[in-house]
């Protein structure tokens, strides 16, 4: 029984790291796929071309493309012009296939550990892109949302009705703050990614998660920025909000499948 468990989670590390690698790849694309959206000279997108060297645009062959062992054979660069690869990469990718392995020892069920971790994958993707670049691709938000509704309409977790009232009331709250905040102060203090990510929290843990949820994320986000203020003035003032619903959805929905 222990070995079938051990057997069972190197499985999941290992698509894991994976998917960490595909990870690398959206934080990397996704941002720029928006900020170029209107140019329709751009052809590029999630899969195409493969993956190159951001500097030389060297394609990368096979042996470069293994997660992990690629970059820490080349210890960090290029095997064509020698510039360095960011460390991001082979971090998203080690922190892929531990949290895939945590989840696979922590619930033997398949599906729950399943679950879990795609909601971890999403999570981690969207805090990424928007520390980077404030910005949260409806391409990660939307189907976290459907996935939540899916989740919830086959197996129940949640009860549906309850994950859709949740997904409409992730959206409406935000939306509602967003323009109480601008009528009283002309300010964007939200972002319309982070109402369709509260909106796929609801849909995963349904609408009597949703105060928990943006309390537990106002209160990191409020934290954050405290800090940012203290030990590094030279950033500006806006922070990103997203990484603070993800997780905190994310861990409600640990709690809740526990
Ligand atoms: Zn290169």
New binding site residues.
Partial sequence: MLNETIIWSLLFALAGLLSGSVMGMAVYRLPLMIQNASDTRTTFNLWWPGSR?C????PLGVLDNIPLFSWLALRGR?R????KISWHYPLLELVCMLSAFGCALAWEHFRIAGSVFIYFWFALAMSAIDFRTLLLPDKLTLPLLWLGLLLNALYGTTALTDAVYGAAAGYGVLWLIYWLVWLLTRKEGLGYGDFKLLAAAGAWCGWQALPTILLVASLCGVIFALAQKVLRPDRGPMIAFGPWLAFSGWFYYCWLVW
């Fill in positions: 060297c500097d030389c645009r060297h290029c064509y012009c020698n510039s």
